[in-house]
């Protein structure tokens, strides 16, 4: 790999074939050379006297994308005539692979040309592409082109890196601190408007990247989707991802936008629907979780299927091929030109890993291969598949083969693909992310992985597949109010593994939220981090649940004893810790623990809310006003780092009324009515600023509101108060 990215070369090599004295040899080859100059776009003759423009790219992903759901490949399920409409103008390979079963690797894949050996990012959650990577963007832009992305949910953010190389990188899936899935992703429509904007005021050559991430799970197509599959929403959000790329296709043509283009349209990977029982994906690696469809059009390419074995890793040195540029000498893949050009295209080994159950929960590893007409999955319970005559992966044939060459090869691979560089895309996940990709169904750090010696049978995929698939039937249970039977199968999956903590955490949940039983929660959390001492999540919940229970010295205990190595980047476990240290009165111990977190994320919105309730306390405490000073100060960062943050407001707020600023307290406390409408103590308090300020009509409205809201949580004596300052307020009004 070359570290320094500037050093790569982007000029077309020039060649100057050898003299030779055989007419007829002479005169193939001169045959050969003009029908490869009818191939490619004009800069591809430069070099031949011919204009030097280079074409534009424009690469086009969907998120969880099957093969068999785009009408070309197979029209079975419903037709894609907008994608077929490009396929029949150019090339499709019929047996394309994703590398990687979840979005960021398999787009790592796309864009950097090598595999997760090669580059270290192995799943969503603890990875970030390294800057010393060369990126596809970097490398065009490099060449002079204008680069824009364009991509429509939160695994692509820029936070993990992919943006390198991009003028602009559009990842605006709206409030930034969210962990609301609708906030997190947006339409394919959306993403390409935006697009198309873009598009607009560019000139050649430029790339352009589209992302939409609609037939991702949940299935929530638009209408009139929604009702046309009501009985397959998934095929109706590939239907409709289709009929928007149609009008933007149309767009482009009609722009002349797409006359000197390469076109390069893939799914990242794909879905499992149910299939070897799995939902969606990121567990397996069959062919439903891995099989794609790779089409490739533009100016000279012709009509055609192509069978041979492909992949993410060959699109990279193809694009490089294409528009002329020196292919850099790290690229893993190999150019798809020769098939392009109707040529066969040599059989080569194609890698695959599945690593996000490894990486999120700690089971076993899964990699394999493809070679030829089999495909080796290496797990404790080892499989192997004539994909010839059984693509399904219906009949493992391992249990009759020696398998010793197959797991050799594997090692070959492995050894052969990896680099050293690939430790530098690690990355301690913040609990910020892991909250989001959880919202949005991926699996979300519940176990540091420090590796195994050995894994058996029972840390398989296939084995422990069908305990997290109960498990998350007992939530849907819960959700549709059957709580109790929730219970009843997370307790049946703790009496057969013990070892499963997804588990312990689902059942404290029903116990807590579904029955309001925090006490058998506590009890539940407290035996699943017995049997799971290294599981995060179990102890994340369990100190946060202490902590709400009002037990406080044993959340303290908990969180200075066990000391996992995520405390050591999440700011939140320690926000936790100092809230259970404030609340015993050791203001000393809460604030080194929010400065812990702050440490950890120095642009974390709720520790600087915790450390601005600390210094307010202290303040009213000690009638400090060093304190109170401090105390506006953590408050004001909290709302810059997250505007809409309601409680930072309202503290501010009441701070502000503590130094007798009325008109900083009543902006402050009227903003947090407007981001989290019927709050009683701010209703409260704004009637005593306005009463104060002299403003009786205001204050009397905001007193009368919360009589008629909240008059039920005062006491007798704090009522009758009430009822005398919105007297006093009438008053004056009808004076």
């Known amino acids: ?122 799943e969503n959650q603890y990875f970030v592409v390294h800057e010393n990577f060369l990126t596809l963007a970097e490398h065009l832009k490099a060449a002079g082109y204008a680069t824009g992305a364009f991509v429509g949910a939160f695994p692509l953010d820029r936070r993990f890196g992919l943006d390198q190389g991009f003028d602009v990188y559009d990842d605006d899936f709206g409030h930034r601190s969210s962990t609301n899935k609708q906030e997190l992703e947006r339409r394919a429509a959306d993403v390409i408007a935006k697009a198309s904007q873009w598009i607009k005021t560019q000139n050649s050559p430029w790339f352009l990247w589209i992302h939409c991430y609609d037939p991702h799970d949940p299935y929530t197509p638009p209408a009139p989707y929604a009702e046309q599959y009501a009985q397959s929403p998934y095929d109706g959000e590939v239907a409709y991802v289709d009929e928007v790329l149609g009008r933007f296709i149309e767009d482009m043509q ?28 990121g567990f397996f690696a069959y062919n439903t979780g891995i099989w794609i469809p790779l089409i490739l059009t533009g100016p000279g390419i012709k009509a ?11 699109i990279f040195p193809t694009v490089c091929d294409v528009l002329g540029l020196k292919k850099p000498k790290f690229l893993q893949g190999r150019s798809l030109v020769p098939a392009l050009r109707g040529r066969r ?31 080796f999955i290496q797990s404790p319970i080892p499989e192997l598949y004539n994909l010839e005559n059984d693509f399904d992966e219906q009949n493992n044939l391992a249990s009759n083969r020696d398998l010793g060459n197959y797991n050799k090869r594997l090692s070959e691979i492995i050894k052969r693909d990896s680099s050293p560089e690939a430790s530098r895309s690690e990355r301690k996940p913040d609990r910020e992310s892991l909250e989001k990709l959880r919202s949005l169904g991926y699996i979300a750090g519940s176990v540091a992985v420090e590796g195994k010696k050995s894994y058996g049978p029972k840390d398989d995929v296939k084995t422990l597949l069908p305990y997290f698939n109960q ?118 111990m809460a604030r080194q ?24 306390s202290l303040a009213l405490k000690n009638n400090n006003a060093r304190a109170l000073e401090e105390c506006l100060e953590s408050y ?15 503290g501010l707020g009441n701070a502000y009324l503590q130094t007798n600023n009325l008109e900083g307290g009543i902006y402050c406390l009227e903003k947090t009515l407007e981001i989290q409408p019927g709050q009683g103590p701010v209703i409260y308090n704004l009637g005593m600023a306005y009463f104060h300020k002299g403003d009786k009509k205001r204050a009397l409205g905001y007193f009368t509101l919360f009589k008629k809201e909240h008059a039920h949580l005062l006491s007798p004596k704090e009522r009758g108060e009430l009822d005398e300052l919105i007297r006093k307020c009438s008053s004056v009004q009808e004076s």
């Open 345 to 375: 295209l040599a059989d080569q080994d194609l890698y695959f890993e599945s690593l996000s159950p490894y990486y999120g929960m700690g089971w076993a590893p899964l990699r394999g291969f493809i070679r030829g007409k089999f495909k």
């Open 254 to 281: 009609q722009g002349n936008k797409l006359e000197d283009t390469l076109v390069i349209f893939t799914g990242d990977h794909g879905e499992s629907l149910w299939q070897h029982g799995e939902e969606t994906h």
């Open 593 to 616: 623990a929010y400065e812990q977190a702050l440490r950890i994320d120095q642009r974390n919105p709720i520790a600087y809310y915790k450390l601005g309730f600390l210094y307010f």
């Open 1 to 122: 790999m070359q570290n320094n990215k500037r050093e790569i070369s982007i000029k077309p090599i020039n060649r100057t074939p050898a003299k030779i004295k055989l007419n007829s040899i002479w005169m193939l080859l001169c045959f050969l050379l003009v029908a490869s100059v009818s191939l490619f776009p004009p800069h591809l003759r430069s070099h031949l006297g011919r204009s030097p423009d280079r074409s534009n790219l424009l690469l086009i992903t969907i998120d969880t994308l099957r093969a068999d759901r785009v009408s070309c490949y197979d029209s079975t399920h419903l037709q894609t005539p907008h994608i077929d409409g490009l396929a029949a103008e150019g090339v499709i390979f019929t047996r394309a692979f994703a590398n990687t079963s979840t979005t960021l690797p398999s787009h790592t894949n796309i864009l950097l040309g090598v595999s997760p050996l090669y580059h270290g990012v192995h």
């Open 471 to 588: 498990a998350n039937k007992a939530m849907t249970l819960h959700q549709d109010g059957k709580t109790l039977e929730g219970i009843e199968i997370l307790k049946t999956i703790i009496s057969e593994r013990e070892d499963f903590a997804v588990s312990y955490v689902h059942l404290a949940t029903l116990y807590h939220k579904g029955q309001g039983k925090i006490n058998k929660a506590l009890e539940i959390l407290k035996l699943g981090f017995a049997n799971n001492p290294a599981s995060y999540e179990i102890f994340y919940k369990y100190v946060n649940l202490l902590v709400q229970a009002g037990q406080n010295e044993q959340a303290i205990e908990l969180g200075t004893n066990a000391r996992l190595r995520q405390m050591d980047y999440d700011p939140d476990i320690w926000t936790n810790i100092g809230t259970a240290y404030q609340n015993t009165g050791d203001f000393d």
């Open 304 to 314: 055609r299927k192509v069978k041979t074995l492909v992949s993410h890793l060959d």
């Open 636 to 650: 004001k960062k909290a709302i810059e780092i997250d505007p809409d943050y309601a409680e930072a407001y309202m």
